[in-house]
């Protein structure tokens, strides 16, 4: 493959960074894949705020199993009549997904959820509606 940009002999250290930004590494396509997520403490629950740049409200998917919340985001392929020649493309397809263990006592209806301009904000009470009572065996 013949190189689009030209490396200077004089000064070395600079052929790396064109290198690097005509071909794709693991560590670029892992950082481009993972949902970068803050989470703030209160004293009634947990905030998530979770990046998901390029996805729609559409795109995205969070699911509570056994005290698991998923957040996936998933976005396909458009299949386009291309007229140009790309060089490079680096419009990402496929899946992300990130979980959280939250506990056995909250239930779906305990978070909320909230998408604006590519962050997805949640709420999680510390404490769910799921409480388990704690029984008690007689003893005769």
């Known amino acids: 493959m013949t190189k689009l940009v030209k490396t200077n002999n004089?000064?070395?250290?600079?052929?790396?960074i064109f290198d690097d930004f005509f071909t794709s590494t693991n560590?670029?396509?892992?950082?481009?894949?993972?949902?970068?997520?803050?989470?703030?403490?209160?004293?009634?629950?947990?905030?998530?705020?979770v990046d998901v740049p390029g996805f729609g409200k559409d795109d995205i998917k969070i699911t509570l199993d056994k005290g698991?919340?998923?957040i996936e985001a998933k976005k396909d392929e458009v299949k386009e009549e291309e007229t140009k020649?790309?060089?490079?493309?680096?419009?990402f397809t496929g899946t992300c997904a990130?979980?959280?263990?939250?506990?056995d006592d909250i239930q779906e209806e305990d978070i909320?959820?909230?998408?604006?301009?590519?962050?997805?904000n949640l709420f999680i009470p510390k404490e769910g509606t799921?409480?388990?009572?704690?029984?008690?065996?007689s003893i005769d």
């Open 130 to 137: 799921n409480k388990k009572e704690t029984k008690y065996i």
């Open 68 to 70: 698991y919340l998923t």
């Open 27 to 49: 560590s670029r396509r892992a950082s481009a894949s993972s949902l970068k997520t803050d989470i703030l403490e209160s004293d009634e629950g947990y905030e998530l705020r």
């Open 10 to 16: 004089t000064f070395p250290f600079f052929n790396d």
């Open 98 to 103: 990130r979980s959280f263990y939250v506990g």
């Open 112 to 120: 909320k959820a909230k998408y604006e301009k590519g962050i997805l």
């Open 85 to 91: 020649h790309y060089v490079r493309r680096e419009r």
